[in-house]
């Protein structure tokens, strides 16, 4: 209990160490932390969603699509790092693209997935309607895709977030990571505390994106959802 009390101790007094006044502050660090994230996540998103929504909508590439999300997961970002110092040396831009290769994989998978689900009665009936491809795209394939597409989203930016502090391994100082990898200056409890806050982080950012995924989630689809929940648990009740 003893080093949790000095964690805690260590995130209150916003990382300050006795005997180094230049360290850095925790808040900036976090906030630091956050911004290698956000820019991998966003790289990942521009790149990735448009990806997967498009071959859900044309209902091919489902290869691709669901395997990539295994290669993903189980490519280590330690190795992207070593593979991407020898061609873009040491720095962001090594750190950007093992968070962007992290993040790709649920964004694309759960794109394609939340398309590919979709009605296609729905689908056949816009068509009828005269709609045009893009149309059906924006006006009946995406908002009902909207609780897969963010759910990979929020996947991403947690796996994200909690990698981040991979930084510090890649020459770029200025995140939490700085924290963790150097016990020495900060002893073990800073450590534990740096630790702490990139789990608050990880999770405090899932649990904003996952407000804003209510917010633009159609009624008539959370409906739906909430009732086949209650279904489920109706179910599992009597079973």
């Known amino acids: 209990m003893s080093e949790f009390g000095g964690a805690f101790r260590f995130i209150l007094h916003d990382g300050a160490v006795a005997g180094y006044p230049n360290l850095p502050s925790l808040v900036h660090l976090a906030l630091e932390t956050l911004k290698v994230g956000a820019i991998g996540v966003g790289i990942s998103l521009v790149l990735a969603a448009p990806l997967g929504i498009w071959l859900g909508h044309i209902h091919r590439g489902s290869f691709f699509a669901i395997n990539i999300g295994n290669v993903g997961r189980a490519l280590p970002s330690l190795a992207v790092l070593a593979i991407g110092d020898a061609f873009l040396g040491l720095g962001l831009a090594v750190v950007e693209l093992a968070l962007v290769v992290l993040a790709f994989a649920p964004i694309v998978t759960n794109a394609y997935l939340g398309?590919?689900?979709?009605?296609?009665?729905?689908?056949?009936?816009?068509?009828?309607m005269g709609m045009s491809e893009l149309e059906i795209l924006r006006r009946v394939e995406l908002p009902l895709a909207v609780p897969l597409v963010f759910a990979g989203i929020r996947t991403a930016a947690l796996f994200v977030i909690s990698t981040a502090t991979i930084a510090s391994l890649a020459g770029f100082s200025g995140t939490l990571g700085d924290v963790i990898a150097n016990e020495t200056s900060y002893h073990f409890a800073g450590v534990l505390g740096a630790a702490i806050c990139v789990a608050a982080l990880a999770l405090a950012v899932e649990g904003a994106l996952a407000l804003v995924q209510r917010a633009i989630t159609p009624r008539g689809v959370r409906i739906e959802r909430a009732e086949r929940g209650a279904i489920a648990d109706a179910v599992i009740a009597g079973a």
């Open 115 to 128: 398309v590919v689900e979709v009605d296609p009665e729905l689908v056949d009936a816009a068509r009828g």
